[in-house]
């Protein structure tokens, strides 16, 4: 178990950095609206802790969020269905 939950640190340690990465990025772009929340959606923001973790590592806001015709959906179903609903939305 302890393996297990090392490599899953990494995981989300690596994660971070990432997303470090890519918000210092953002930020730096000429006309950059501020950051006020991430919103983690998806199979990912099912796994216990991790939105808390990613929350301790950013100094951000972090929520998870489900789309409302997914709300009659388990946790694990609506966030596995969840990018899949979105490319399926027209404009």
């Given amino acids: 178990m302890a393996a297990s939950r090392e490599v899953l640190e990494k995981g989300a340690s690596k994660l971070i950095d990432e997303l470090r990465l890519s918000l210092d990025f953002y930020s730096n772009q000429e006309g950059a609206l501020p950051i006020e929340e991430i919103v983690f959606c ?28 997914l709300a009659h959906l388990d946790d694990a179903t609506a966030g596995r269905l969840t990018i899949s609903y979105g490319l399926a939305l027209e404009e």
């Avoid at 100094?59 to 789309?67: D, G, I, K, N, Q």
């Fill in 42 to 69: 998806g199979a990912g923001s099912t796994i216990p802790g991790l939105v808390e973790r990613l929350g301790d590592g950013i100094a951000l806001s972090f929520r998870t969020a489900r789309p409302k015709g």
